[in-house]
């Protein structure tokens, strides 16, 4: 089953606010390796908040892009998760996170190459066949591009979302970031993404040091990021929306009134 609509990443400083208040959150998304584990208060908690509201998980480990052999131990904690929670969707990001049995704890961007295509096709195709179901990937910010690289980064995601038959978590400040680094029009790169194949939506804040742009997610979304959002609404249509917040957590009511925000640029934005 499917969500809709507008949702918020679950953290733990808003447990007690999902458990007693039921706020206006269409759903939420849990990173997945906060509960890959057998018991505890963590999956205890989230077990209750989810009679209450839909979730959909989003890894930071898969490391889809390393030259590495995918983790199948941690493949199947991933599925056995799931199979507990029940979550609307699983995602990961497009990216490399180490090298060489080394974790660099980052998200590195992949270098926009034919072998880095077929290499990524094959490693998601493997995935899904173990998770059994289609998995969505997330495009990164980036500081960096590869000399190598053969062309952009939207005809590379585009193609690997064909070739490898996934879907996409479009992070829209991501795009904005990216666009800022690397002197690119943001717009198109969102006009090149697919529409059949872009599943959910990331809104976030970012450290702008004018000349260079930091994915943060520790502000509130900037007006840029909300004009390319409703510009991705216009493009893409009424794609499942969420707030992410990973650092300077405020108070829930403070992301409540920012997803009402994504309500009302999405709405005018279709209207």
Known sequence: MNVQGFGLGLRTEHYADFLETKPAVDWLEVISENYMVPGG???ARLDAIRRDFRVVMHG??????STDAL??????????????IEPAWISDHLCWTGVD??????????PYTEVAL???????QQVQDVLGRRVLLENVSSYVTFMTDEMSEWTFIAELLKRADCELLLDVNNVYVSSRNHGFDPRTFIDAMPRERVRQIHLAGHEDHGTHVVDTH?????DDVWALYAHTVKRLGAVPTMIERDDHIPALGELLDELDQARRVQAEALA
Do not use: F, Q
């Open 118 to 124: 077929r290499h990524l096709t094959a490693r998601v």
């Open 41 to 43: 208060k963590p999956i």
């Open 60 to 65: 930071v480990s898969l490391s889809i892009g």
């Open 71 to 84: 983790d199948l131990s941690y493949l199947r904690e991933l599925k056995a998760l799931a199979a507990r």
């Open 101 to 110: 049995h080394h974790n660099l704890h980052d998200l590195l961007p992949m």
């Open 218 to 222: 520790d502000h509130p979304v900037c």
